[in-house]
Structure formats: C-alpha cells, structure tokens
C-alpha cells in the first residue's frame, strides 16, 4: 500500500525511528553535526557543510516530501523514543531515491558518535521494508566508497549482492573517486531474526 500524497513518513524498528524532517533549529543542528563532521563527510558525495547549507537542504527536503508524484525520501533518523517519535532529536539521515522501473537508491549516514552500534543495519532494514511493502518497488541499488567497509559488510548483511566497481563515478576538490555499486531485489530480502520470509 502506497503513503498517501502528502503523508508524512515514520518507521520505526527496535531502537530507532526514521521521520520527516522539521525546519526547527534541533534539526537543522542534528544535520550539520553529521554533514559538518569531516571525518562522516570523507564518505559521502559532497564536501562537508556549514549549519546554513544544512538550512537550506531541510528546506529542500520539506519540498521534495510535498511533492506529487513524491520520488525523494531525505528522512531523519532518531533514536526511538516511545512517548515522542516525531520529535526526538536525529542522530542521522536516510535516503530512499525513486528511479524507473520500480528501482531506487538508497543511503544513509550517522553521526560519528554512534557508529558501531548496529545502527546502519537497522536502517537499511526498515528502509528495505518499506521501499518493498509499502512502496511496492521491485530493485535497491546502494553505491559505497571502496574505503567504507562497515557500509559493505552492512549492506552485505542485509542481503545486497555486489555488481561491481563504478570507475571515476564522483569528482571532488579537483580527484576522481571510484564507488562500489550493490543491489537488493525484491525476492532476495533477507528476512529479520525470527521471522520466516
């Protein structure tokens, strides 16, 4: 079943929930402390961000969930908090990109002081559940730095299969960088412990 045009999206898993953005101050410093941070940045496909760009994307993100047809979900990522979902504060970002033919890219990124915590899995997991199921769409593709290797073995985890190296896909500050290019069809997700799929 498809979100209805203008629904707000909230999924929640075990410890985490994934909502829409808000235009609020605690959000737009929740972005930065990951779009700033070089050390996150080095992973991600742009150069790092200052909290005024971090603005200006939220700005951006609040369009793109307004649209009709929707064909991008630039999501936070908070730690759940049952008596207030919607607003806790994000310790990350994730990405669910429609493409053609029932296909879309999915991302993410956390802030540094949470990495190593199983959190990644848990987002791939809830954002594989509803691309699938409530998107009803047939391919994920996800591309990764070569360097990324906790972001290989989670997409790994989750059942991605590897369709090889993408030579020269990204260009920052002047250096060509390769990214490793992963997918996931609807009929090889890997079912959560303790369910049979």
Sequence with gaps: MKPEPGRAVLLTGPRLAIREFHHTPGDVDALHAVFGDPETARYLPFEPRDRETCADQIELYIEQAEADPRTAYRLAVTVLVEDDPEYAAPIGTAVLGLGEHRSATIGYALRRDTWGRGYASEITALLCEFAFDALGLHRLEARVDPENAASVRVL??????????????????????????????????????????
Excluded: M, N
């Excluded at 500050?173 to 959560?192: C, K, M, N, Q």
């Design 156 to 197: 790994t985890k989750a059942g991605f299969q590897s369709e090889g190296r993408i030579r020269h896909d990204l260009c920052l500050r002047g250096t060509w960088y390769d990214s490793l290019l992963f997918s996931l069809l609807e009929h090889e997700r890997v079912a959560p412990a303790g369910e049979r799929r």
